[in-house]
């Protein structure tokens, strides 16, 4: 018994010899820095030669934020609507494509290769040039009759996610090269008997598509939702990060500023993953 336990304790000592180089940068560069921007925006901070200064403002970062500074308050709007419709459009847009790939068809390795593609040029600053070149939308959509026609005649709550799916086709079908490797890997752990059984029982593929494709890969589905989210919240385009980065180097507002920002902007986030959670995450009783 006590050499049983000698093991078991030397095993313990062995994991936790492993796992100690991520357990000190995750202190030291992640937690730590968590505090300090706490610290930071409650206060106004100030580089000078003998060090940092800061001075206690209590609440007036987080106000100035949300209520004075016209750049937070223009690009917050910004975001929060790609959040709304970027978000769903992608995964909606990655559950088709992973039902044409996981279809038996000639080539589709090639095809499935060819989807995934843009995941690895669109990382780093790259999109960014392609975004500035006009590659990554539709040219001269607003001449086609069809998108006038929704524009001028349906009423703009419906016509608003239509006219945002035209008008960022191309970008959705960028970013959804890591979703659909996902929902089809999902697909494809779907064991074929049961959709077989399903077409005995007279089931049509529309139903086979809400009764089995969808509640099997609903975790995938909150799995996706939360890297979309994600991925589109830290992205180098997105308004709110770029506004944050200028604030830092600002004299007017400084990294107390910034901190305050940071912070309301992670509670976004946070929010939006919590909204996916409910919609998605939770299992059925």
């Known amino acids: 018994m006590g050499r049983r336990l000698k093991l078991s304790n030397r095993k313990q000592l062995i994991g936790l010899v492993f796992v100690s180089p991520w357990v000190l940068g995750f202190l030291i560069f992640t937690l730590f820095p968590l505090f300090t921007t706490v610290m930071y925006s409650f206060n106004t901070v100030r580089f000078k030669l003998g060090g940092i200064e800061t001075t206690f403002v209590k609440m007036k970062n987080y106000t100035d934020v949300l209520l004075k500074d016209p750049g937070f308050k223009l690009a917050l709007p910004e975001y929060l609507v790609d959040l709304f419709f970027f978000v769903p459009m992608v995964l909606v847009f990655s559950i ?126 909150f799995l996706n939702a939360v890297y979309t989210i994600v991925d589109v919240s830290m992205s180098t385009m997105n308004p709110v990060i770029t506004e944050i980065k200028k604030a830092m180097f600002d004299i007017k507002k400084g990294f107390g500023f910034a901190s305050a920002a940071s912070w309301i902007y992670f509670l976004i986030i946070l929010s939006a993953i919590l909204l996916s959670y409910l919609l998605f995450g939770r299992e059925e009783k």
């Open 96 to 221: 088709m494509l992973s039902l044409l790939l996981n279809a038996e068809l000639k080539g589709r390795s090639l095809f499935r290769a060819l989807f995934f593609l843009p995941v690895i040029i669109i990382s780093g600053p790259v999109i960014e040039n392609i975004q500035a070149m006009g590659a990554a939308s539709l040219q001269g959509l607003s001449n086609f009759p069809v998108y006038r026609f929704i524009h001028d005649s349906i009423p703009n709550f419906i016509a608003a996610p239509i006219l945002y799916v035209f008008e960022n086709a191309v970008l959705i079908l960028w970013y959804t090269g890591v979703q659909t490797l996902i929902f089809l890997s999902a697909m494809q752990k779907i064991d074929k008997s049961i959709y077989e059984a399903s077409m005995v029982d007279g089931a049509s593929s529309w139903q086979q598509f809400w009764k089995i494709t969808i509640p099997t890969i609903k975790p995938f589905i």
